[in-house]
């Protein structure tokens, strides 16, 4: 270590209003104890990595195993010991900021894929360059692209603990999965309708021995059901193969009856049905939904995105291509989901949510020929 070095190192310390803040909140008081253990300081441009205890909720609700520390560039000059905007060195540090991250992060990967109880997917770590010293620079926590994107589970990432979150069901596709894959308890809602319909009679609508239907309790459309397969061990369409294909069909066939039933008292509705590709609540389920997205559910980009870009799997060509090939391809990444906003008839961009709605009111273009040709649609005139 420098002199200079010695001089502007930071403790490694919870507090702060950002991603340090977050991760140390999310990760419990075991966190700053790992910490302390490997490092009490750390310069500019360097990362210590800190094994998570098994016993933080981070470790046992995520699946996160290391938490790497990294300190960027001071360019603050608020801060003492910034760099008196000497951009030159700032870049410098953050060069090495970044390459430390990642030198630890292949170490780790390494580690892991050495030990053969471990596979490598497993790995999951939080990774943050400390930004409060930058100002300048800006970091893409992994933390926050692990909040999904509903509003029970925002809810969650914006620190709002619904009730019953502090556990983890345990569960056996959890463990099939590995720790990655862990669902939260708040994700757990759908899950625990489908297996006991019989504790939620005033929730659902229709129950046979393969689908509970329901309405979406945060409907981002006028009309908006979901259509819950109740085989256990299904918690997503990645979890899909041949065998599901009659349930596929099922769940479909439900849909489209609901559809047509929504369409007698509305026929202005246009439906759609669907998966998410990455879903955020487990148990494998249908979107039912109506095209208007006329809702005070639907806020944001991510809510946007989720139903109208690759992201949604029209149920059609799901089934298509499990009876093809086996499974679903699920083409659609978290990615998409911050992509610009389309109309879903026109495609014409939008800046923002309220004026994708006012845009989306009067609309009356035709809808996308992908959508108009297959039978992706469900309208009165079907
Ligand atoms: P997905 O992103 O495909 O997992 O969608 C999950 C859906 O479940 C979202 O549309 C949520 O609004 C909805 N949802 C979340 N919690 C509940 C609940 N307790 N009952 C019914 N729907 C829910």
């Known amino acids: 270590m420098t002199d200079l070095e010695k001089v502007v190192c930071r403790r490694l310390k919870p507090g702060g209003g950002g991603v340090n803040a977050a991760i140390y909140s999310a990760a419990g008081p075991t966190l700053e104890v790992a910490t302390k253990k490997r490092a009490r300081t750390l310069s500019p441009g ?65 580690e892991q894929s050495k030990n053969k109880n471990l596979h490598s997917e497993k790995l999951k770590t939080c990774n943050y360059i400390d930004t409060k010293q930058t100002n300048h620079f800006s970091s893409d926590p992994v933390i926050k692209r692990e909040c999904a994107y509903e509003d029970g589970s925002s809810k969650k990432c914006k620190g709002t603990i619904e009730p019953g979150d502090s ?40 129950v046979t021995d393969d689908v509970v239907v329901l309405n979406d309790a945060y409907p981002k459309a006028k009309k908006h059901i979901l259509v819950l397969a109740r085989l256990e061990g299904l918690d997503r369409l990645a979890d899909v193969s041949q065998e599901h294909l009659h349930l596929l069909r099922t769940m479909h066939g439900v849909g489209i009856n609901w559809a047509k039933k929504f369409l007698q008292d509305d026929e202005s509705l246009i439906f759609r049905l669907g998966y998410h590709s990455v879903p955020s609540m487990r148990q494998l389920h249908l979107h039912v939904i109506s095209q208007d997205f006329d809702s005070p559910h639907l806020k944001n980009k991510k809510h946007w995105n989720s139903f109208n870009t690759a992201f949604f799997l029209d149920s059609v060509d799901v089934i298509e291509e499990v009876s093809k090939n086996g499974k679903a391809s699920l083409g659609g990444d978290d990615r998409l989901l911050s992509m610009e906003l389309r109309c879903n008839r026109c495609r014409s961009a939008h800046p923002n949510i309220p004026r994708l709605k006012s845009h989306i009111r009067n609309c009356q273009a035709a809808f996308p020929a992908k959508l108009l040709e297959g039978d992706q649609l469900i309208q009165a005139t079907n």
């Open 167 to 206: 556990k983890v069901i345990p569960h056996k596709s959890a463990k099939k999965m590995g720790a990655e894959k862990a669902w939260g308890s708040w994700a757990q809602a759908l899950y625990n309708i489908a297996v006991h319909p019989e504790k939620h009679k005033n929730d659902t609508f229709e």
């Open 46 to 110: 360097k990362a210590v990595v800190v094994p998570l205890p098994s016993s933080s909720p981070l470790y046992s609700r995520e699946g996160v195993t290391h938490v790497v520390h990294v300190l960027g560039p001071n360019m603050n000059p608020q801060r003492p010991n910034h760099l008196n905007g000497d951009y030159d060195e700032g870049c410098r540090i953050l060069q090495n900021a970044y390459s430390s991250l990642f030198e630890s992060f292949i170490s780790l990967v390494g």
